[in-house]
């Protein structure tokens, strides 16, 4: 339920993460290379891969979070390839592979990504602010809601802060390198570890498609 959960965060707060690759692009940029920081409770280090404008992407991070004198290391990633997800869980070995519920949405928006993906931010309580704010010398939009605040810049989250249960965590970009050569291997899956099928659970794909203005 853990990797369920990751995988339904990448799909809501990555505004256009899925897209059909020959129907149109998913940010206006063919590549990229985002890094960004992470400070608060959790301080660490995360790294994006854009490539196809979109269509492959790839996360990778490492954290550790303090809570109450207590530590937690965490070492994850997640590669997404079209309609497929892939949460690669380093601790335990094990990747959870799940099928996108809303990529038929996307591929079928007519090239409408970035106001499908601002349709998403809304239904999950998130409100354009009309303010702007710059990060690394981009302008970025500023929307807020109850977990937080996100600044977004085509289609890109490059900082976000969220407060749950009290704990504050700051994410931002610290370097942004567009229309780069990307490593083919960052969209790799491993071979070595276990891939164990994650299925939505049933009646939660009507929710998801409703999220995301489609019909139920």
Known sequence: MKKLISILVIVFLSLSAF????????FPFKSGIIEYQKDGKTKGNSIKYIEDYGYKQADYGESITKIFGMKTE????TILIGPMVYA???KNNTIAKGENPVYELYANSKGNYIELGEQ???NLGFTNTGKTGSVLG????????????????KGLALKTTTKILGIKMDETATKITIDTKVPA????VPKDMEIKEQQIPKGME???QSL???QN
């Open 19 to 26: 897209a059909q690759k020959s129907n149109y692009k998913v």
């Open 74 to 77: 965490q070492k994850e990633g």
């Open 88 to 90: 690669i869980d380093y």
């Open 120 to 122: 998403a931010m809304e």
């Open 138 to 153: 981009k302008e970025c939009e500023i929307w807020k809601g109850t977990l937080g605040e996100i600044w977004t810049w």
């Open 185 to 188: 291997n960052k969209f790799e």
């Open 206 to 208: 009507g929710g998801l």
């Open 212 to 214: 995301f203005g489609g």
